[in-house]
C-alpha cells in the first residue's frame, strides 16, 4: 500500500504555476500495443466518457492496430467487479472508479496490480512516479483526473449580491429556495461542517469524533426541508435549468460541460469544494488483461490527460500535462482555471479522505439514511 | 361429485382389477401412460431447470448468504481456531496475539478474492465502525514483528487493540455462522458484553423503514383498489369494441418502459412541472406556493399507485366479466336496491379478484425500488432502497440477504394469513 | 269492474337501443289476472327486450306500461314486485340455497322464523326439501331450475316472468319442467309471462301466445287457433310444419278464393288474407292435412305430384313431394293398417279440403 493520507496541496499547483517545457513527444509514434484484442472499457457515461474517448481511445486505436474498443457505462460502486471476479467471468477489462472504490476493491483483493515502474515517463522526462500527482497512484490503481463537488447556481434566477461561500448555500433567508444535494452522507457532512465555519484542513479531524458528526447532521437539519436529493450526475444541471432547485451542488465538470457545451447560464461557487480522484482499474483475470494495461499505461500519458481536460474541466493527474492544458475543444475558453486543481479554486478546499470514508460509509449510510426517513 | 365417489367405493379395494391378459389393470395402466408422463416431464424440464437455476439456487444462496459468513475462517485460519477457545474475559493470551500477528502477516501476501485482510476488515468494520483502517493498518505492519511479547509489539501498532471489544467481534466475525446480521436488520446488535441491545437511536434504520414500508404498501394498495374497481366495473359491463379500447389505455403503462413512466410522472410533478403549472394557471393556488408533489412521499405513492394500478385492474376486470349481469337483475327483481344487491351480490363475488388484486400489488409493492428512488426524496425510501443499497454499493450482501429473507417471511405470512381468509385457491390473478 | 281483470298492459311501447333500429314497434298487450301468456320469437324479434321493459331493466323509449292499472315507466325493478326466473337462473354462486331462497324475504325485512319457515315451503313445493345446504355449483341443472322457480315464488309475486328458462335442459327434462312449471302456475293462480323461442313449449303450457317477429306481435292467440289457424304466412312458417305454394288470386268469392300456381293449375282456397283478385298469395297447408291418392271427386282441391323422397319415422312416413312449383311439399302418411306404399319416382295425386289450405300474405321464399 503506497499512498499518503493526505496530500500536499500546493503539489498540486497545476493550471498555470507549472512551467515545465514540452519535450517533443517520444511516445507517441512508438506502437503502443502488443497485442490486437477487443477491450471493454467501462466509465461514467456522458460528457465524461465522451472526454476520454476523443482523448484516449481515439488516439490508442491509431496506435494500436488490432485492437478494438467497445465502451460501457456504468453508475459506480465495484458491485459488479466484485460479482465478475467472484464469478470467474471477467469482462470488462478496464474500469474507471472513485478511489475509496479502488482502495477496497484492491484490498479485497479484486484488482490486477500495477507495477508504477512502467509506466511511460512524462513528456519532460521525468520518471512516473515523480511525475504523477502525490497521493494518485496506489497498489491497483492509477488516477486519471482529478474531480471536484462544488455548488452552483442560475446566474438569471440569483442576481446581484450573488452567493459566494459554502456558508451562503446554508442560508435560506438571503437566498431562500431549494437546493440540491447529492443522496448520501459522503460530501454532504463535509459541506455541512465547512458552512459552520469548522476550516476545510479540519473537517475529517472534526468528523472523528461524536460531536463533529452531530454538529453536521444539526447544520444539515437546518435546510433540510428545502432539499431535493440528486443520486446522478447528469441530474443537478437539469434540476438548475428546469428551476427544481435555486442552487445544487454537483460534479464540476457537468455543470462546465452545460455552461460550454449548452450556453446555460451557471455560475460555479469554488469555495468549500471537495476533490476526489478517478482512478483506472483492472478486475482481476479479465482475458485481455496485457491490452487492457497497455491502454492503461497508454491514456495516463502526459498528452492523453491534457487532451482530456480540452472536452471537459476535470484536472489532469500527471503535473508534465497540466503545462499542455489549452483552450476548451471547440470555443475560446481558457480551460486552467476551469480546473479544480487551479489555484485559484483551491483557497478553500478539502480532498475526500477516503480513509475516513472506508471506516466509516457504512455506518454514516444508515445514520443518514435514518435522518432522511425522518421526514 | 358425491355420485363419482360412491362408485369408486363401491368396487372392493382387495379385489385386484385385471385385464383379460391376467395384468393387473393398474400396472396396464401405468405402462400405457408412462410414455407420455414422460413426454410431459421432459416438456417441462427446461423450466424446472430454469426456476432452478434462476430461482431456487440463488435465494437458497441467499438465505445461507444472511447468516453464513465464513470470511474470518478464510482469511486467518489459525486465528480463528485460537481464539474460539478464548472465554471472552479481559484480552486474550499471548499465545492468541502470537498466532494473530503471524497469521495476519501472513495473510497480508495473499490476493485471492475472498482470503484477503481486506474481507476480514470488511467484515469487523460492520461490528466496529472505523476499524476497517484498524486491521489493514495492523497488517501491513505486523511483518516488522518478529519477537515476542507479540501483545506489546501489537498494542505498539494502535492502542485501540487494547479495547477487548475488539477481540470479542474478532471471535465472533471468525466463526461461520452468525446472527450478527439479522440483529443489524433489525435494528439491534451485540454490546460490548455480548449482549444484544438496540442500536443507537440516530442508527436505527430498518424496522421504521420496514413498517413504513408494510404501511405505504398498504395504503398503496387501497387507493389501487379505490381507483381500480370502478374502472374494473365500466370495463366489464361495456360492449367489446369500447372496453378493449380502453384496455389498451390501462395496459399502456405496461408498454412503456418503467424508467420512462417514472420519468414522465417527475415532468408532470416537479414543482415547475404540467399539473403545478395547471394549477397556477387555474389560480388554485398562487405561483410563490407551488405545492412539492414528487421528491417526496406523495410523489412515491402518486407514481406507485399509477404504476401498479393496472395489476389491481385486470384481476378484478378477468373476475368481473365473468358475473353476468344477470345476478344483479334478480336481486333487484327480487327487490333489493341497487346498493343493497351491490354490497351483498356483487361486491362479494368479485373477492376473488380482489384478494388476487391486492395480494398482487401489496408484494409488488414491498418490494419496489426504482420508483421511489428515483422520486422518493426524503421520505419517500421503501426497504427495497436499503436492500438494493446493500447489494449495490455498500456491498454487505449478508446484511441484504438478512433484510431480503426477512421481507421473503413477511411476505409468505402474507400469504399464509390470505390462505387462512380468503383461501389461496380461490385468488383468481386473470 | 272489468279494468281489474287486466294484469300487464302494453301501450304504444317502442323501443330503441341506438336511435336508428326500433326493437320494438308499437307494441300494444293486455295480459290478463291468472293468465299464461308466452312471447314466442325468433332471437332477435323483441321478445325478450319487452320482458326486460316490463321488469323495468330496460327504459321504454315510447309509451307506457301498466302493472294493475297503474304506469310503471318510472317505477324501479326493486319497487315492482315482479318475480323473475331467468335464463341461466342467476342463482347467487356464493349463497347456499337457503341464503338464496332467503334474499327476498330478508329485503323486505321478514323476520327470521317466517324466512326459515316460507324457504321450507318453498323447497317443498319444487320437491327440494333437505338440498337447502348446498352451493347452487352442486346441484344438477335441472335442480338449479327448480331452485330458481322457488326464490322468484317464495316472496309470493302476483307476476312471474320467466325468459327462457328451460333453455339449459335436456328435452326429458325440460318436458318434465314443462309440465311441472304449468302445474305450480294452475295451483298458485299467479299471473306468468314467459318467453321462449321454442314453439313446443309454448303451444303446450300457455293460455295464450303472443308471436313476435321484427319487434311486432304478428298475432296473439290461444294454441290452437295459432296452429291451425294462423292469420299470415311468418305465423304459419314459425308454428308448425307447413307446405307453401305460391299463386296468384285470380278470383275472390267470400270466404274463399281461387289461386292460379306458377304452374298452371288452380286450386280453391280459404281466402284469410289476401289482398284480391290480380295480387300474389303464398297458400298454407298443413302437411298432416292432405290426402294421398283421394277418390276422385272426393277432395275440392287435387294436385299431380311426383315422390322425391320417404322418410321413416315410425309412426309415420314423410313423403317429399314435387308439387307445382315447389320441391319440398311434405306429407305425412299415417303407418296405420292398409296405407299406401309409395315409392320413390311415383307419380301420385294428392288431394285436401277448402278450408285447410289458407290463402295468405305473399311471402317471398
Not at chain 1, 429556495?177 to 479531524?205: I, S
Not at chain 1, 443520486?231 to 451542488?249: F, I, S
Request: glycine fraction near 8%.
Amino acid at each position: 500500500m503506497k499512498f499518503t493520507k493526505s496530500l500536499a496541496i500546493t503539489a498540486l499547483g497545476l493550471g498555470t504555476a507549472l512551467a515545465a517545457t514540452a519535450t517533443t513527444a517520444t511516445v507517441a509514434n512508438a506502437k503502443a500495443c502488443g497485442k490486437a484484442g477487443e477491450l471493454t472499457i467501462v466509465s461514467w457515461g456522458g460528457a465524461y466518457t465522451k472526454s476520454q474517448v476523443e482523448a484516449y481511445h481515439k488516439p490508442f486505436l491509431k496506435d494500436c492496430a488490432g485492437a478494438k474498443i467497445k465502451s460501457q457505462d456504468y453508475s459506480g460502486g465495484i458491485a459488479e467487479i466484485k460479482a465478475q471476479v467472484e464469478g470467474k467471468k471477467v469482462s470488462w477489462d478496464i474500469v474507471d472508479v472513485e478511489l475509496s472504490d479502488a482502495i477496497r476493491a484492491c484490498d479485497e483483493g479484486l484488482l490486477e496490480t500495477i507495477d508504477h515502474a512502467k509506466l511511460p515517463k512524462g513528456d519532460n522526462g521525468a520518471v512516473a512516479t515523480d511525475d504523477f500527482l502525490k497521493g494518485t497512484l496506489y497498489d491497483c490503481a492509477v488516477a486519471n483526473i482529478v474531480w471536484s463537488t462544488i455548488f452552483a447556481y442560475d446566474t438569471t434566477k440569483i442576481k446581484g449580491d450573488v452567493p459566494k461561500t459554502m456558508a451562503d448555500f446554508f442560508d435560506l433567508k438571503k437566498w431562500p429556495g431549494k437546493r440540491g444535494m447529492r443522496k448520501g452522507a459522503k460530501v454532504n457532512l463535509e459541506f455541512a461542517l465547512m458552512a459552520d465555519g469548522v476550516a476545510a484542513k479540519d473537517v475529517y479531524k472534526a468528523l472523528e469524533t461524536k460531536a463533529g458528526l452531530d454538529r453536521a447532521f444539526k447544520k444539515l437539519d437546518t435546510i433540510k426541508s428545502s432539499v431535493v436529493w440528486w443520486t446522478a450526475g447528469a441530474q443537478p444541471p437539469q434540476l438548475l435549468a428546469d428551476g427544481e432547485v435555486l442552487m445544487t451542488t454537483a460534479y464540476n465538470g457537468r455543470i462546465f460541460n452545460a455552461v460550454a457545451g449548452e450556453g446555460k447560464p451557471f455560475a460555479i461557487v469554488w469555495d468549500g469544494q471537495i476533490w476526489d480522484l478517478d482512478l483506472w482499474v483492472i478486475p482481476k483475470g479479465g482475458p485481455n488483461k496485457d491490452l487492457a494495461m497497455d491502454f492503461l499505461k497508454y491514456s495516463t500519458g502526459t498528452k492523453p490527460l491534457a487532451a482530456q481536460a480540452s472536452y471537459i474541466s476535470y484536472g489532469p493527474a500527471r503535473k508534465s500535462s497540466s503545462s499542455l492544458v489549452g483552450k476548451y475543444h471547440n470555443k475560446d475558453i481558457d480551460m486552467g482555471p476551469q480546473m479544480p486543481t487551479a489555484p485559484n479554486n483551491l483557497k478553500n478546499a478539502v480532498q475526500s479522505n477516503f480513509s475516513f470514508w472506508a471506516d466509516n460509509a457504512d455506518q454514516l449510510k444508515e445514520r443518514f439514511n435514518a435522518w432522511l426517513a425522518k421526514g | 361429485m358425491s355420485d363419482a365417489a360412491a362408485t369408486s367405493q363401491s368396487t372392493p379395494r382387495d379385489a385386484l382389477l385385471v385385464a383379460s391378459d391376467g395384468v393387473p389393470l393398474k400396472v396396464k395402466l401405468a405402462k400405457t401412460t408412462a410414455a407420455a408422463r414422460r413426454r410431459a416431464f421432459l416438456l417441462t424440464l427446461p423450466l424446472v431447470l430454469f426456476v432452478l437455476i434462476s430461482f431456487v439456487f440463488p435465494i437458497g444462496e441467499m438465505l445461507v448468504r444472511s447468516f453464513h459468513n465464513p470470511v474470518g475462517g478464510n482469511v486467518v485460519p489459525a486465528f480463528a481456531e485460537s481464539i474460539a477457545k478464548w472465554d471472552g474475559k479481559g484480552l486474550p493470551s499471548e499465545e492468541v496475539f502470537e498466532v494473530f500477528v503471524k497469521d495476519l502477516a501472513r495473510a497480508r501476501k495473499v490476493r485471492d478474492v475472498g482470503k484477503t485482510v481486506g474481507n476480514l476488515a470488511t467484515r469487523v468494520n460492520y461490528e466496529i465502525p472505523g476499524s476497517r483502517s484498524l486491521i489493514t493498518k495492523s497488517a501491513r505492519k505486523v511483518g516488522k514483528i518478529k519477537n515476542p511479547p507479540y501483545k506489546d509489539a501489537l498494542l505498539a501498532i494502535d492502542k485501540r487493540w487494547s479495547n477487548p471489544h475488539v477481540w470479542l467481534v474478532l471471535q465472533r466475525a471468525t466463526t461461520d455462522y452468525t446472527l450478527s446480521f439479522y440483529l443489524a436488520a433489525l435494528d439491534r446488535r451485540y454490546d460490548k458484553t455480548n449482549n444484544i441491545v438496540q442500536a443507537d437511536e440516530l442508527y436505527r434504520i430498518y424496522i421504521p423503514i420496514l413498517l413504513k414500508t408494510l404501511w405505504l404498501s398498504a395504503l398503496i394498495t387501497f387507493l389501487c383498489f379505490m381507483l381500480a374497481y370502478p374502472v374494473a366495473y365500466l370495463l366489464s359491463t361495456l360492449p367489446l369494441r369500447t372496453s378493449n379500447l380502453l384496455m389498451i389505455l390501462v395496459l399502456l403503462p405496461f408498454w412503456t418502459s418503467l424508467l420512462v413512466r417514472t420519468t414522465a410522472w417527475i415532468a408532470m410533478l416537479q414543482t415547475q412541472g404540467v399539473l403545478n403549472d395547471v394549477f397556477v394557471s387555474l389560480r388554485l393556488i398562487g405561483n410563490e406556493d407551488r405545492i412539492q408533489l414528487i421528491y417526496n412521499q406523495t410523489g412515491t405513492i402518486i407514481a406507485m399507485v399509477h404504476i401498479l394500478l393496472p395489476f389491481m385492474i385486470l384481476p378484478l376486470y378477468s373476475v368481473m366479466k365473468t358475473i353476468p349481469p344477470s345476478y344483479m337483475r334478480a336481486a333487484r327483481s327480487m327487490g333489493a336496491s341497487q346498493t343493497y344487491a351491490f354490497i351483498r351480490i356483487y361486491f362479494p363475488q368479485t373477492l376473488p379478484g380482489i384478494a388476487a388484486g391486492t395480494l398482487l400489488v401489496f408484494i409488488l409493492a414491498i418490494g419496489y425500488y426504482i420508483t421511489p428512488a428515483l422520486v422518493g426524496g426524503n421520505d419517500g425510501l421503501l426497504i427495497s432502497n436499503l436492500i438494493a443499497d446493500h447489494i449495490k454499493s455498500t456491498l454487505n450482501w449478508s446484511l441484504g440477504a438478512a433484510l431480503g429473507s426477512i421481507l421473503l417471511v413477511i411476505v409468505l405470512m402474507l400469504y399464509w394469513l390470505y390462505n387462512r381468509l380468503v383461501g389461496i385457491d380461490n385468488l383468481k390473478f386473470g | 269492474m272489468e279494468a281489474p281483470s287486466i294484469h300487464v298492459a302494453f301501450q304504444n311501447v317502442q323501443k330503441s337501443y341506438d336511435g336508428e333500429i326500433l326493437v320494438v314497434k308499437d307494441l300494444n298487450l293486455d295480459v290478463e289476472k291468472g293468465e299464461f301468456l308466452t312471447m314466442l320469437g325468433p332471437s332477435g324479434s323483441g321478445k325478450t327486450t319487452c320482458l326486460m321493459m316490463l321488469a323495468g331493466f330496460e327504459p321504454a323509449t315510447h309509451g307506457e306500461i301498466f302493472l294493475n292499472g297503474q304506469p310503471i315507466n318510472n317505477q324501479p325493478p326493486n319497487k315492482r314486485g315482479i318475480g323473475m326466473v331467468f335464463q341461466n337462473y342467476a342463482l347467487f354462486p356464493h349463497m347456499s340455497v337457503n341464503e338464496n331462497l332467503a334474499f327476498p324475504l330478508q329485503v323486505r325485512g321478514m323476520k327470521r322464523e317466517e324466512v326459515t319457515e316460507r324457504v321450507d315451503r318453498a323447497l317443498g313445493m319444487v320437491e327440494l326439501g333437505g338440498f337447502g345446504g348446498r352451493r347452487p355449483a352442486q346441484l344438477s341443472g335441472g335442480q338449479q331450475q327448480r331452485v330458481a322457480l322457488a326464490r322468484a315464488l317464495v316472496f309470493d309475486p302476483q307476476l312471474v316472468l320467466m325468459d327462457e328458462p328451460l333453455g339449459a335442459l335436456d328435452k326429458q327434462l325440460r318436458e318434465q319442467m314443462q309440465y311441472e312449471i304449468k302445474n305450480i302456475h294452475e295451483s298458485l293462480g299467479v299471473t306468468v309471462v314467459y318467453v321462449t323461442h321454442d314453439q313446443s313449449e309454448a303451444l303446450t303450457m300457455s293460455n295464450r301466445i303472443a308471436v313476435f317477429n321484427d319487434g311486432v306481435i304478428q298475432q296473439l292467440s290461444s294454441p290452437d287457433d295459432l296452429y291451425e289457424r294462423p292469420q299470415n304466412s311468418f305465423v304459419a312458417q314459425f308454428i308448425g310444419e307447413n307446405n307453401k305454394l305460391s299463386g296468384m288470386v285470380t278470383e275472390v268469392n267470400g270466404d274463399s278464393c281461387t289461386v292460379k300456381m306458377g304452374t298452371g293449375e288452380v286450386i280453391t282456397a280459404a281466402a284469410i288474407n289476401v289482398a284480391g283478385a290480380g295480387q300474389p298469395t303464398t297458400l298454407s297447408l298443413r302437411p298432416e292435412r292432405v290426402e294421398i291418392a283421394p277418390d276422385e271427386g272426393a277432395l275440392p282441391n287435387a294436385l299431380q305430384g311426383q315422390v322425391k323422397d320417404l322418410i321413416y319415422h315410425g309412426d309415420h312416413i314423410r313423403a317429399v313431394l314435387q308439387v307445382a312449383d315447389t320441391s319440398e311439399f311434405v306429407v305425412k302418411v299415417p303407418n296405420n293398417v292398409g296405407h299406401k306404399v309409395l315409392s320413390k319416382g311415383e307419380n301420385v295425386t294428392v288431394g285436401w279440403q277448402i278450408e285447410d289450405c289458407r290463402a295468405l300474405d305473399h311471402m317471398d321464399v
